[in-house]
């Protein structure tokens, strides 16, 4: 399943996310710093939701409040409820 998340609070604009169940299969970032969004995906893919939240959730960059890895937690949330739906 694939599922598309607009970013709030970061650089990058988006988030393409593809779960297989509750297994990250892919995810492509819009915008943001180049380098760590292509390392972030590599190390996600294949992780379970959970996983990735208990790693990602609450980090802040630049006392924003959120991260790309923060938004990615909160995509890959949102993707696996609307799958479940």
Known sequence: ????YKTRGTCSTQIEVT???????????TGGCNGN???IPKLVQGMTVDEVEK??????????GTS???QLAKALRQ??????A
């Open 37 to 39: 969004l292509q390392a």
């Open 19 to 29: 779960l297989d169940g509750d297994i990250v299969k892919d995810v492509k970032f």
């Open 79 to 84: 993707a696996y409820e609307a799958s479940q």
């Open 55 to 64: 790693r990602l959730s609450g980090i802040s960059c630049n006392g924003r």
């Open 68 to 70: 790309c890895g923060d």
């Open 1 to 4: 399943m694939s599922y598309l």
